[in-house]
């Protein structure tokens, strides 16, 4: 409101291609996602909660239930799992992580 108040827009900028785990899967893969800060309010509660299935499909992170192989770019950065944007949760989590 002060930046509107002032002229201003603000802007993000943002990654969405990879995502780093806080936690381990069973296998020690860094692939479970559950902090974002988001679930501080309610309706945002679980809503960026992936594991596995939201890796594409040959990372290294992923669990081999992900729905997409690797772009054309992809494991070019090894250092977080890229994530599989073709996947409808993936897809609808962010809409919903972009309103917040």
């Known amino acids: 409101k002060k930046l509107h108040e002032l002229g201003m827009r603000g802007v993000a900028d943002i990654v969405i291609n990879h995502r780093c785990g806080d ?19 309610k309706s945002f509660a679980g809503v ?8 594409t499909l040959g990372c290294p992170y992923s669990d081999g239930t992900g729905e997409r192989g690797p772009g054309k770019y ?8 890229d994530i599989d944007h073709g996947n ?3 897809q609808q989590s962010f809409q919903i992580w972009m309103r917040w």
């Not at 960026?48 to 890796?55: K, S």
Request: charged share 25%.
């Open 23 to 41: 936690q381990q899967d069973s296998q020690g893969r860094w692939n479970v996602f559950t902090s974002t800060g988001i679930e501080r309010r």
């Open 48 to 55: 960026m909660d992936w594991q596995g299935w939201a890796i």
């Open 74 to 81: 992809d494991g070019k950065f090894e250092a977080a799992p």
């Open 88 to 90: 409808m949760k993936v």
